[in-house]
């Protein structure tokens, strides 16, 4: 946020006194509270949600009640009820209100969406997509996102396959429209330490140090989706994938050619052809579209990564906010939060049945 002009940083809240002291110092806030309602209190004009899921709901609300612009993290909360009601409340009071789905933000994944707009890619005849972690492989592995109570009822999903999802649709402009889902827990149990430890130093556990407890939410899922325009694909996403630390990969065939673009390679976007030689764009303004490159902060051949998609969007967000206009959000909003929850239960709900399930 420091990145971008005229914003201050006014103060951070968190669970206690002394992490919230500790982030203020190492930071450089002046105030800090563990108090969120004193947070409210102050002369602020909006608010970064940055907790666990479970805690976006209440305090989004509770920001908005108080007059303040909402940047909430990704999934926007834990059900459909709750995002719908954050929905209407934000556009009633016509507050800015963003979802932090920042992949968006990369330049070659705007690159792709113009191209698409401009019909460059011709129909699309299928999308395939996946995103892959590593830092849930081992059993000893432990961290809220396992709760449900604190990360909702479904974990690879909810987490990593919302990006996915909203990427999908945000790119190709189709609208998932039914989903077949079979999601797996690899770990039926998992070793919670009983003591604070770091998350990569769980082979120094003795048994005394952890309790076995059960997992119900997925580590692994493979859905099968249909799009608005009758055509088909597939997504895959796993925290359980060795090797793989972060790498959300989308491939989208289309009838003039095919994309295929990955995180952890953000700055090359390949262009397959039948007729000619297949094509690499290199993230360089100078080759790029031009609506994509107010999004491009630094010359070719210099590489941007996932800190500047956030600074990216929290610049759209910020400039709708001091403009006051937000009739034409170009950011993710709580809409785009409460559409994730749709297809994320929708997901929930097709593999309890192992059936098809219509996206309503
Ligand atoms: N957009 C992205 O790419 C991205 C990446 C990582 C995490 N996230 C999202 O960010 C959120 C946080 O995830 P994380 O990995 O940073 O978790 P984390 O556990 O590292 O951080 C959560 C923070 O919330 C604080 N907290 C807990 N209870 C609180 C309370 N009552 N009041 C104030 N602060 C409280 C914790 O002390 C901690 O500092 C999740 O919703 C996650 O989905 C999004």
């Given amino acids: 946020m420091r990145r971008i002009p005229y914003i201050e940083v006014v103060a951070i809240s968190d669970k206690d006194e002394l992490s919230a002291q500790t982030k203020a110092q190492h930071l450089g806030i002046e105030?800090?509270?563990?108090?969120?309602?004193?947070?409210?209190?102050?002369?602020?004009?909006?608010?970064?949600?940055?907790?666990?899921?479970?805690?976006?709901?209440?305090?989004?609300?509770?920001?908005?009640?108080?007059?303040?612009?909402?940047?909430?993290?990704?999934?926007?909360?834990?059900?459909?009820?709750?995002?719908?009601?954050?929905?209407?409340?934000a556009e009633a009071k016509k507050l800015v209100n963003a979802v932090h789905f920042n992949i968006r933000y990369y330049p070659l994944v705007r690159q792709m969406k113009i191209m698409r707009e401009k019909g460059e890619l011709g129909e699309i005849y299928s999308i395939i997509g996946s995103y892959l972690q590593d830092?849930?492989?081992?059993?000893?592995?432990?961290?809220?996102?396992?709760?449900?109570?604190?990360?909702?009822?479904?974990r690879a999903i909810a987490d990593i396959g919302s990006h996915l999802l909203d990427l999908l649709e945000y790119i190709s402009g189709q609208e998932i429209v039914a989903v077949m889902a079979d999601l797996n827990t690899v770990h039926k149990t998992r070793k919670k330490p009983l003591k604070p430890i770091d998350t990569y130093s769980g082979m120094l556990l003795k048994p005394e140090d952890f309790v076995e407890v059960g997992i119900s939410t997925e580590d692994h899922a493979n859905v099968l989706l249909r799009f608005g325009n009758g055509n088909r694909g597939a997504i895959t996403v796993s925290q359980v994938a060795a090797g793989r630390k972060n790498r959300l990969s989308i491939e989208i065939a289309g009838s003039k050619q095919s994309f295929a673009w990955n995180s952890e390679q953000p700055n090359e976007?390949?262009?397959?052809?039948?007729?000619?030689?297949?094509?690499?764009?290199?993230?360089?303004?100078?080759?790029?579209?031009?609506?994509?490159?107010?999004?491009?902060?630094?010359?070719?051949?210099?590489?941007?990564?996932?800190?500047?998609?956030?600074?990216?969007?929290?610049?759209?967000?910020?400039?709708?906010?001091?403009?006051?206009?937000?009739?034409l959000p170009a950011y993710p909003?709580?809409?785009?939060?409460?559409?994730?929850?749709?297809?994320?239960?929708?997901?929930?709900?097709?593999?309890?049945?192992?059936?098809?399930?219509?996206?309503?």
């Fill in 31 to 89: 105030q800090y509270t563990a108090n969120f309602d004193r947070l409210l209190d102050m002369d602020i004009d909006s608010v970064h949600i940055c907790t666990p899921n479970n805690l976006h709901f209440a305090m989004a609300k509770k920001a908005l009640e108080a007059g303040k612009h909402v940047i909430c993290e990704k999934p926007l909360a834990i059900t459909i009820d709750e995002a719908r009601e954050l929905v209407m409340l």
């Fill in 135 to 154: 830092w849930l492989f081992y059993d000893t592995d432990y961290n809220w996102r396992l709760e449900p109570g604190q990360s909702g009822q479904s």
């Fill in 269 to 327: 976007l390949w262009l397959g052809k039948r007729d000619a030689p297949n094509g690499l764009l290199l993230r360089d303004p100078s080759l790029m579209h031009e609506a994509c490159r107010p999004l491009v902060a630094f010359p070719g051949g210099h590489n941007e990564g996932f800190p500047d998609t956030s600074r990216q969007l929290f610049g759209e967000v910020y400039a709708a906010i001091w403009s006051g206009d937000q009739s």
């Fill in 333 to 360: 909003t709580f809409r785009d939060g409460l559409r994730e929850l749709i297809l994320c239960e929708s997901i929930i709900e097709s593999n309890k049945k192992q059936d098809w399930v219509s996206i309503t």
